[in-house]
């Protein structure tokens, strides 16, 4: 038997992914990683870095969930542009009329705050909560070494590294994925300090060079913070997009404020 899926293409900075709502097709998709390697080739597919599960949170300090699968079929924990998307999808679906969204993450509940006029989503801003720090050469087997940079955990794991060529992350993106230094493989960003704000390319775990990513954008910021580059409010200049984020000192909290957009919707046949 096959089933007609209806999705939704939608992207946060040119990072773009394919959304499905799935309250009434939970029976059917029992194996989004496949359909996340299929569905985002961009030969083959639809095309997109992944594909986000959005449904009805099972605990009620939320209001929505959120899995993302990334276009190699991995999970990944948290993906601040998608969860942008999510916000204006749920609003503009008719799904809430809320203007404050909570949505369920593997990395836990965060917070979507939504920019609406005239009836529609222009802007959004994602309590990403608190970063972390840790200190990756711990990892380093005897022998081995890595390029200098910062390690930030946005809920999923960044290495920042400040260089005069970002576009170097496209040679070592894939190697420093994969480094012994992440045992559980990383995102890669490589970042300039410039007037305009602080260019970035990012190599994202589990889908290579993608033209944005908003996990990626946050630890980048915070890392500008930390070595003294910028201060706690940075704009982020991406291959896709601006994004703007603020560490705020008051909660120790990192808001990511961007545009998410509508590409197109359409079904796809998938087969019982």
Not at 15 to 43: E, F, G, K, Q, V
Not at 70 to 79: L, T
Not at 94 to 104: A, D, H, K, V, Y
Not at 254 to 260: F, M, S
Request: proline share 4%; with cysteine; hydrophobic share 40%.
């Amino acid at each position: 038997m096959k089933h007609a899926i209806r999705f939704t293409k939608m992207h946060g900075a040119g990072n773009d992914y394919i959304y499905i709502y799935i309250d009434t097709l939970l029976n059917i998709m029992d194996d989004p990683s496949s359909l996340a390697r299929l569905w985002s080739d961009r030969h083959k597919g639809i095309g997109s870095d992944g594909l986000v599960l959005i449904d009805r949170s099972p605990v009620p300090e939320a209001d929505f969930s959120m899995r993302i699968f990334n276009a190699d079929g991995s999970e990944a924990m948290m993906c601040g542009n998608a969860s942008r998307c999510v916000g204006k999808y749920v609003y503009e679906k008719g799904l809430t009329t809320s203007r404050e969204i909570r949505l369920l993450t593997l990395s836990g509940i965060k917070t979507i705050y939504l920019n609406v006029h005239a009836g529609l989503v222009d802007a959004c801003t994602v309590d990403m909560g608190e970063p972390a720090f840790e200190n990756p050469m711990q990892f380093l087997p005897q022998g081995t070494s890595l390029r200098e940079g910062t390690f930030v955990s946005m809920g999923n794991p960044h290495y920042v590294i400040f260089a005069d060529d970002v576009d170097a992350v496209g040679q070592e993106g894939r190697m420093l994925e994969n480094h012994p230094a992440f045992p559980q493989r990383c995102n890669i960003e490589f970042a300039e300090m410039r007037p305009e704000g602080i260019r970035v390319r990012v190599w994202e775990r589990g889908s290579g060079i993608t033209m944005a990513c908003g996990t990626g954008a946050c630890a980048t910021a915070v890392a500008a913070a930390l070595a003294g580059r910028a201060k706690r409010r940075s704009r982020i200049l991406m291959d896709g997009g601006t994004l703007d984020v603020e560490w705020r000192e008051q909660d120790n909290h990192v808001y990511l404020t961007g545009q998410a957009e509508f590409v197109f919707e359409g079904e796809i046949e998938l087969s019982e």
